[in-house]
């Protein structure tokens, strides 16, 4: 009997499918071995080394899978294809007493028949040099979240937290806020004259003025030109026709998954990533039990293997013909940056189609493998065709513009759409009639319309991504974690769909530019990342590159720590007696939220809860009371009857305290919308 190891135990039975009778697998559910939670755990005066503990709840698990191990005659570890995979292999293979340099260590990108096969029959050894760029990272992040978080709750509140990447993604959603802030808005005014051609009317809009870009500033400038042009005929001066086309968009990476189920499925990232992972590790399809339908889920690459694209190009001109397969396969370039360890993120085979599986899957799993799919399959067919026409019209040395726009192939389009932001939509026309150069034509109305210039959008969870990946800031499989990190903790939450930071997150990132100016940015992050990625691909040795971030970092900690600057919030005075000394109460800040002590302390230390900070919030479904807004141990926020433990409902949502009519089950808030808690039922009304 064989014996292979993986991490999580939802891939056990899609992959037991593919390995046979003579082996067995199990799960070690994770991390098994890491730094403990609750001390610091690195050695800084012994070059940093990380101080590994057993995870405490595993032990029994971990005696499991040594006597498994030990009845086997080979182990093979098979977790994840990726750094942290290949860190949790080796912590596999040094507690069972492995040579991590024999080849026990098997990966696959998609759990198919085909890569559970050929992984199996080459067996290689672990990879150090990941291992170590694995390990850099961990010692990275537990030395500014340990040493740095103390500060912040001694000079700003407790139960504060900092991170190496966590708080470069806050300092962007503060940094666009304070754009937002800054910006003074122009006026500026556009005009549409309506021109009529026979029975067509065209609308064509004021780009010129005496062959000049012009666009009016004012009222004033306006009704001069309209003073000027009023009752005169429009003449065509030029016309340009083109035939451009329109390339497919590449197969998704993690972040562009991520952007799109937000953008066009309304997808959060929390969402997007619970399903990615199920249709990654193995769903339940009528007919074939526990399967995977996409591949690896965590990738920075575009690229694809020549059998997935053979697969793909075969079965587009079976379904579409000839006409929508190009000539040559769709190559696309991944980003220099980006560590291509696996393909782009697809479906394992075209042979499911979403269709196919649409009763069995959840509904968030069916909308993300329709996308992945469709994505996939557009991503290797032929380019959409348009033929353009760009009029311009002359009157009194105005010149106005209307280019139409008409479909000549749709090619990829036919089954995938690209999103495109609302301000960022081109306005072009349809196809517009017949006209000639020198031809003059009536203007049966001229619209002039004040602006003004608009600030930057707030981040959505999407653009924060992107901004993340653009930027250099973390790697595939962090930037959900660090962003969902944000809210949880209260420095930035949502309204509708757009980020907001909190005057808290505003503070500790005031707080971090003051004194970590030089670490906490976005272009010392991204020169982390890729020292990071050059302890894996060029032999730099990892504890140079910490080594290297300590020396500067220490003389950071001590600088804050010893400046008599602090940013907390002074006590609150209130008219409360204090029923021990008879001295006034004040509302002070602790580690689990604000509660009354006397202003006569050290001397008398009577303290009492605030009853006015519970927050009430919606009310319950099920009996009319208030809900209160409580916390997890997680620091996870839900709200829970006031009347528990009589009444027992809890909820992750606001509830309005009506039951939906169609299914009957809590109606929540989601920004401007109440709509039903039961993801399967679409009952929403605006609020």
């Not at 909820?651 to 399967?680: L, R």
Request: charged share 30%.
């Amino acid at each position: 009997m064989k014996l292979v190891i993986i991490e999580s135990p939802f891939k056990r039975e899609a992959l037991k499918k593919y390995l046979g009778p003579g082996y067995e697998v199990f799960a070690t559910k994770g991390h098994i071995r890491d730094l403990p939670p609750k001390s610091f755990a690195i050695d800084i005066k012994n070059n940093f080394q990380p101080k590994y503990e057993l995870v405490a709840d595993k032990k029994a698990l971990i005696e499991d899978m040594k006597k498994a191990a030990s009845k086997a005659d080979q182990v093979l570890i098979a977790t994840d294809p990726d750094r942290e995979g290949e860190a949790i292999s080796w912590h596999v293979a040094n507690i069972l007493g492995y040579d991590p340099n024999t080849p026990c260590r098997i990966e696959f990108n998609e759990i198919s028949k085909k890569a559970v096969t050929k992984a199996l029959e080459s067996p290689r050894k672990i990879d150090l040099k990941l291992v170590d760029a694995q390990q850099a990272r961990r010692v990275l992040d537990r030395i500014v979240g340990y040493k740095l978080s103390p500060i912040l709750c001694k000079k700003i509140a407790p139960k504060l937290s900092a991170g190496r990447v966590q708080s470069v993604a806050l300092k962007l959603v503060v940094d666009r806020e304070r754009e937002i802030e800054a910006f003074v808005p122009e006026e500026y005014w556009t005009v549409t004259a309506l021109l009529k051609k026979d029975a067509s009317e065209i609308k064509a809009a004021l780009a010129t003025y005496k062959k000049k870009k012009f666009v009016p500033k004012n009222k004033d400038e306006v009704d001069k030109m309209l003073s000027e042009i009023t009752g005169k005929d429009f003449t065509v001066e030029e016309i340009k026709k083109t035939r451009t086309k329109s390339h497919p968009p590449a197969p998704f990476t993690t972040s562009t998954m991520q952007q799109d189920a937000l953008n066009k499925l309304g997808m959060s990232l929390a969402r997007t990533t619970s399903a990615a992972q199920q249709l990654y590790e193995g769903v339940d399809v009528k007919g074939e039990g526990k399967i995977a339908l996409i591949t690896y889920i965590r990738t920075d690459s575009v690229r694809v293997s020549t059998d997935a694209q053979a697969a793909c190009r075969a079965f587009i001109e079976n379904k579409y013909g000839k006409d929508f397969l190009p000539e040559k396969p769709n190559i696309y370039h991944t980003k220099d940056s980006a560590q291509d360890a696996h393909e782009a993120i697809r479906p394992i085979t075209m042979d499911i189609t979403p269709e196919q599986v649409k009763e069995t899957l959840s509904p968030d799993n069916y909308k993300l493998y329709k996308l992945i799919y469709e994505r996939f399959l557009a991503s290797q067919m032929a380019e959409a065709e348009y033929s353009n026409v760009s009029v311009t019209f002359d009157v009194q040395d105005y010149g106005f513009k209307v280019t139409g726009r008409t479909m000549e192939f749709p090619g990829y389009t036919t089954v995938y759409k690209e999103f495109v932001e609302d301000d960022k939509k081109d306005g072009l026309a349809g196809r517009l009639p017949k006209l000639e150069k020198g031809e003059s034509l009536p203007c049966t109305k001229i619209i002039p319309e004040q602006k003004f210039t608009k600030p930057p959008v707030r981040y959505t969870e999407a653009s924060l991504v992107k901004a993340m990946e653009e930027k250099g800031i973390g790697r595939p499989a962090t930037y959900a974690a660090t962003i969902i990190v944000l809210a949880s903790r209260h420095y930035t939450e949502k309204e509708g769909k757009y980020l907001h930071t909190t005057e808290l997150g505003r503070k500790i990132t005031a707080y971090l530019e003051q004194f970590f100016s030089s670490v906490i940015n976005v272009k010392f992050t991204a020169h982390m990342e890729q020292r990071l990625d050059d302890i894996a691909t060029k032999n730099e040795d990892w504890h140079n590159v910490v080594s290297n971030f300590w020396n500067g970092f220490e003389k950071l900690l001590a600088q804050a720590d010893s400046s008599a600057l602090t940013m907390k919030e002074p006590p609150k005075e209130t008219d409360i007696i204090c029923d021990k000394c008879g001295g006034k109460m004040v509302i002070r800040a602790g580690r689990y939220g604000e509660f009354l002590a006397c202003s006569n302390f050290p001397k008398c230390k009577n303290t009492k809860p605030v009853e006015s900070s519970i927050k009430k919030v919606g009310k319950c479904p099920e009996c009319g009371s208030s809900m209160v807004e409580k916390r997890s141990k997680k620091g996870k926020i839900f709200y829970s009857c006031e009347r528990y433990p009589d009444c027992k409902f809890m909820s992750w949502d606001i509830t309005t305290g009506e039951k939906c009519p169609k299914c009957s089950s809590p109606i929540i808030v989601k920004g401007k919308v109440h709509k039903c808690s039961n993801n399967q039922c679409d009952y929403k009304q605006d609020c």
